[in-house]
């Protein structure tokens, strides 16, 4: 796919993803209370689909958007009243769009389901918009409809129009003529010519090499933002010139010019010189700038990524030995240095988040479109929307919040009747929440639904052999076994969820993500899953410790205090491991017994503690090095089964240093 | 001289270029380009014909453009208004 393909698949998933979140903000009201804007939006959207589509020729876009986009602006010039109907005619349009734009990005054709609910859509949309359906119309008077329509002839524009390809524009692989046929879709295309006086004889021709510019004269509606927007694509291959021949345009940068007369070229000799522009008009020219926003592609911030990480440990090294030659300035400099890598490493990872809100929103389809099947109502509360997470994160989530959200809204939340009948409200409720937590992104999905049955879990787990059934399970441990391979709990197998595959799903790719995911309930009231997330996954801010001739790093994040272990405390231990921290239980946990490192003596024992989530630990090391920037370094299949490590990082004198997996360190001792 | 192309686009711009500049050499009244297998043609392709018909114009060689059949193909002329100054037949 070139670059400028894969830019307008993102252009369009954006503009069906306003689309669809408008969609879902106006079905969560009555259909009286949709303001303006909300049809505006949907209106913009659509408009802006078409006009890229008819950027890339993509006509069989270019022509459903159309019938939509007419469809949307009689709504918006109160033509036609917005009904329910057409507000679930729109969320087929939006879905049938993606489809009708993978297929012709892909340069496939629609299959006969396809082409049979395409057409079916159209049909739909032309019965609201053809005055098939009087019922759902404003008729207008006789007279208020004339009005109208000179309403309109007021409101076009006439423009004389000078594309001037670049040398080098063919072989940026654009097509121009695809712009110019859009243009004709909005407005009127006429004399296009093409100014063929700079040309070449063919034998001094180069022949990748652009010799030509094109002029036309244009009428249309849209504002001259809309015409230049057309241009986008092409905006850095091309000179391009837009004068409104109907009024005189004031603009602080611009003075009245005056056409050059340019002798006519072959093309225009062989016309009729009664055209208009062939005498001089003494009209201003506007060049519109438009503000736009960059797009990377995200393998080239993780590149920069990379080099960051290269440098941090290479600057490890510098200071390293500048300390061990006593070096004061050079300490000094790789200080600086340190500082700066810091702000640049921050910047970066800057780049790389986003905000979960446009994630999340397109969930709130699905939690409707499950509900509607299941015969459910849902209140789905979204909160967090501006917490940023790293954009692949993100998009790894995503799937997960799926399989979670659907399993809330089938197993969780009862039916109408049970909640009546358990004097609940008739409408469940599911929350999806996120808020950042201690160094990570917490994900909750609550519903107030029926909640888990642990017994049944247990039972089907025990019968499924996950577990004993002599084991003795905490009730935490009970409700993590739905993360289990293998088991469901539904009476009945839906389409929706109750295959016992999922959740499992869900964990592995969460803990892939050096995640965790934790399951808590009550039975009658609700269930809620949690799921953490690290922030980044290039580089954090660790904290060096030693444990006998073995360093650790811990995320500096997770880290409440540090505090000693005297003698005092271990002869209070009595062999227990846990001590007692102003007043609380500190369960402990020994890295060098846990990873039977060699024992050293040491003259003093840190303990090091933890949280991750709502659980405490400390983490008993003998050597504390300080702050640590981490770059995080995969440690390779060898070590892909040791789950309390996370990766590996490269010090400056090029040891390797084993990074904690905190969360799930702590999952075993507390 | 019969295109043999079936798209005449970017990529084959310059063999084209190469081998119309060859026959064009060789001819001395009239040169006549045959599009029967042309199916699609781009504005570079465009550009080079508007440039062949600069040097049969200089060299007095009359430029025939003939069998052209494919709808694209005759849409873009008419989109550029060339058919006069090409001589092409509506």
């Known amino acids: 796919m070139t670059e400028e393909l894969q830019l307008f698949c993102e252009d369009m998933d954006e503009q069906l993803s306003i689309m669809e979140d408008t969609l879902m903000d106006m079905s969560e009201i009555s259909i009286e ?27 069989d876009v270019v022509s459903f958007a159309h019938v939509a986009e007419n469809l949307l602006d009689q709504v918006r010039n109160k033509k036609i009243v917005l009904t329910q109907a057409m507000l ?40 609201f918009s053809g005055l098939g359906k009087p019922d759902v119309l404003d008729l207008k008077s006789d007279k208020k409809e004339s009005e109208a329509e000179e309403a309109v002839v007021d409101k076009i524009s006439s423009y004389h129009i000078t594309i001037k390809p670049k040398d080098s524009f063919f072989k940026s692989d654009m097509d121009i003529m695809a712009i110019i046929k859009y243009l004709g879709v909005i407005g009127d295309v006429t004399n296009l010519t093409i100014e063929d006086s700079d040309i070449p004889d063919i034998k001094q021709l180069e022949p990748l090499k652009s010799y030509l510019t094109l002029s036309m004269q244009y009428q249309c509606e849209e504002p001259i933002d809309e015409i230049v ?34 002798e006519p070229s072959i093309a225009e000799k062989a016309k009729p010189t009664s055209n208009a522009l062939a005498k001089p008009i003494k009209k201003k020219e506007t060049r519109v700038e438009k503000n736009f926003s960059l797009r990377v592609d995200s393998s080239k911030v993780d590149q920069l990524i990379n080099l960051i990480s290269e440098m941090v440990i290479a600057n490890a090294k510098i200071t390293q030995i500048a300390d061990m030659d006593d070096n004061i300035e050079l300490l000094e400099a790789a200080d600086t240095l340190t500082s700066m890598l810091e702000e640049i490493r921050t910047g970066v990872m800057d780049i790389r988040m986003v905000q979960v809100g446009s994630s999340f929103n397109k969930l709130r389809r699905i939690v409707n479109d499950t509900a509607k099947k299941l015969g459910k109502q849902i209140e789905f509360v979204i909160s967090g929307e501006d917490t940023e997470l790293d954009k692949s994160v993100v998009e790894k989530i995503s799937d997960p919040l799926v399989h979670m959200l659907r399993n809330s809204v089938d197993h969780g939340i009862e039916s109408m009747e049970k909640r009546i009948a358990n004097g609940k409200k008739e409408k469940g409720r599911i929350d999806l929440r996120a808020y950042p937590d201690a160094g990570s992104i917490v994900i909750e999905v609550e519903d107030d639904g029926a909640g888990i049955p642990k017994e049944i879990i247990l039972a089907q787990a025990i019968k499924n ?34 295959r016992g595959v999922g959740m499992d799903v869900v964990k592995r790719n969460i803990e892939e993500l050096k995640g965790t995911v934790d ?46 272990l005297t ?86 004198n090029g040891e390797v240093a084993l990074i904690l997996d905190v969360p799930m360190l702590l999952s075993h001792i507390v | 001289m019969k295109i043999l192309l079936n798209e005449l686009n970017i990529y084959e711009v310059e063999n084209c270029h190469k081998k119309i500049l060859k026959e064009v050499q060789s001819v001395k009244s009239s040169f006549t380009l045959n599009f029967s297998n042309v199916e699609k043609i781009d504005l570079n392709s465009i550009q080079l014909i508007l440039s062949l018909k600069k040097y049969c114009d200089e060299k007095a060689i009359h430029l025939k453009l003939t069998n052209i059949e494919a709808r694209q193909v005759k849409q ?15």
Not at chain 1, 107 to 125: G, S, V
Request: aromatic residues 6%.
């Open chain 1, 33 to 59: 209370a949709v303001d303006s804007e909300m049809i505006n939006k949907l209106f913009r959207a659509m408009h802006t689909m078409k006009g890229n589509a008819g950027m890339f020729g993509f006509d």
């Open chain 1, 88 to 127: 679930e005619l729109f969320l087929l349009v939006n879905d049938h769009s993606r489809t009708l734009i993978d297929v012709t990005v892909q340069d496939e054709q629609l299959d006969d389901d396809q082409l049979t609910c395409h057409n079916d859509i159209l049909a739909q949309l032309s019965a």
């Open chain 1, 229 to 262: 927007a057309a241009f986008e694509f092409v905006k850095d291959d091309i000179d391009l010139s837009i004068i409104n021949i109907n009024e005189k345009i004031e603009t602080e940068n611009t003075e009245s010019v005056e056409p050059a007369v340019v």
């Open chain 1, 465 to 498: 052999k996950l577990v004993s059934p002599t084991a003795q399970l905490t009730d935490k441990e009970i409700y993590n076994l739905i993360f289990a391979a293998g088991l469901s709990t539904a009476e009945s197998v839906s389409d929706v969820s109750g």
């Open chain 1, 519 to 564: 399951v808590d309930s009550t039975l009658g009231q609700g269930s809620k899953i949690t799921v953490c997330l690290p922030l980044t996954l290039a580089i954090i801010d660790g904290f060096l410790v030693q444990s006998g001739d073995t360093k650790f790093i811990i995320p500096l994040e997770m880290i409440q205090e540090c505090i000693e």
């Open chain 1, 567 to 652: 003698s005092e405390n271990r002869s209070n231990m009595k062999n227990n491991e846990f001590i007692n921290l102003r007043g609380s239980i500190l369960p402990l946990l020994d890295i060098g017994d846990y990873f039977d490192i060699n024992r050293v003596d040491y003259e003093r024992e840190n303990i090091i503690i933890v949280n991750s989530g709502n659980q405490i630990a400390g983490l008993i090391v003998h050597e504390l090095h300080g702050e640590f920037q981490t770059v995080i370094k995969p440690l390779g299949e060898v070590f892909e089964k040791i789950s309390w490590i996370s990766g590996g990082t490269i010090l400056g």
């Open chain 2, 76 to 90: 873009t002329f008419k989109m550029f208004n060339l058919n006069q100054t090409l001589g092409i037949a509506p």
